[in-house]
């Protein structure tokens, strides 16, 4: 089955750059999304189809998708960005959602 | 505006049944499907499975498909997972999520989410 692959952690300073990636193989050719969960909350999609932010989502977040390798950036991070965040996509062959394993973001 | 509103925490012991509503309110219920998605403590999002909210028709992940069950009850725009024969390692935070779905694109992802539903399975 289809397989996405994020590190398991990610440090930033605040108002620094965060990026955090996921690895799928050719991962380009699939929409990803990208979700935030802070402890004790339900996730919270923050990125759709690769790059495009829900409303009320700020500026700060953006996406790329492309080869095999997704990206989430987080320009000038905030205190509050920590949080777990977790990349998906969509596996044609089992028609089933498929998630990385979640990357834990530090700021400080 | 979306809200789901999922039943609150259970305890159960295992080998026994549990079955989980999502109570959906501010938009069409039957325009979108419905998934399931679980996290145990302290680990990842696990994709469980989608329901048709129009037709009932269901998708399940592999993993639970000999003993997972979801339903959807139009007339109070309700969604329900059932999980049988619990096991310890079924102990997780159970969520729904409403499904924005194109199949011409590929692109499938959940844009609202309930508050979660801790289904905790002990002797």
């Known amino acids: 089955s289809y397989a996405l692959t994020q590190p398991s952690s990610v440090s930033v300073s605040p108002g620094q750059t965060a990026s955090i990636s996921c690895f799928g193989d050719k991962l380009g050719n699939n929409y990803i999304s990208w979700y935030q969960q802070k402890p004790g909350q339900s996730p919270l999609l923050v990125i759709f189809q690769d790059a495009k932010r829900p409303s009320g989502i700020p500026e700060r977040f953006s996406g790329s998708n492309s080869g095999n390798t997704a990206t989430l950036t987080i320009s000038g991070t905030q205190v509050m960005d920590e949080a777990d965040y977790y990349c998906?996509?969509?596996?044609?062959?089992?028609?089933?959602?498929?998630f990385g394993g979640g990357t834990k973001l530090t700021v400080l | 505006q979306v809200q789901l509103v999922q039943s609150g925490a259970e305890v159960k012991k295992p080998g026994a049944s549990v079955k989980v509503s999502c109570q959906t309110s501010g938009y069409n219920f039957k325009t979108y499907g419905m998934t399931w998605v679980r996290q145990a403590p302290g680990q990842g999002l696990e994709w469980m499975g989608w329901?048709?909210?129009?037709?009932?028709?269901?998708n399940y992940a592999q993993k639970f498909r000999d003993r997972v069950t979801m339903t959807a009850d139009t007339s109070t725009s309700t969604i329900y997972l059932e999980l049988r024969n619990l096991k310890s390692d079924d102990t997780a935070v159970f969520y729904c999520?409403?499904?924005?779905?194109?199949?011409?694109?590929?692109?499938?992802?959940?844009?609202?989410w309930g508050q979660g539903t801790l289904i905790t399975v002990s002797s």
């Open positions: 998906q996509t969509w596996d044609t062959m089992t028609s089933s959602w498929v």
């Open positions: 999520a409403r499904e924005m779905a194109d199949y011409g694109s590929g692109s499938f992802y959940g844009d609202f």
């Open positions: 329901i048709n909210t129009d037709n009932n028709n269901a």
